[in-house]
């Protein structure tokens, strides 16, 4: 599989890849499984030694154990910003998404204090 070379450092690679959902992968491999096109910022690596790397960046699934976002945390949004009715949010269609960051409030906090933690860890 052809992969972007995001950094060398003697005997490892990390490179990114888009897996079958097409969401972009970055894992550290060995360089010798690397076989390094001439401009240096692509590479050649076979499936088998993707599967192999060290998984690189937070595990954000495994850490984000369950988020739970009800109707009722919207709705108290909603009226909070005054949206009542269709013709209170066609006045100000661009509030729905400050409802959106505001319910979802208590999960920001969590995902900033997840990458403190696993920063430390490194």
Not at 4 to 21: G, M, N, P, W
Request: overall charge positive.
């Amino acid at each position: 599989m052809r992969v972007k070379v995001i950094f060398r450092k003697k005997q490892a690679v990390l490179v990114e890849y888009q897996d079958s959902h097409n969401v972009p992968m970055r894992v550290s491999v060995q360089a010798t499984k690397a076989s390094m096109e001439q401009d240096g910022t692509h590479a050649e690596i076979s499936d088998t030694a993707l599967k192999q790397g060290i998984p690189y960046g937070i595990p954000w699934s495994a850490k984000i154990k369950s988020v739970t976002i009800t109707g009722e945390d919207i709705e108290r949004e909603m009226y909070k910003n005054g949206i009542w009715t269709l013709e209170d949010l066609q006045r100000n269609p661009q509030i729905v998404q400050g409802v959106i960051l505001s319910a979802t409030i208590d999960l920001s906090r969590s995902i900033a204090q997840i990458a403190k933690e696993y920063s430390r860890k490194e």
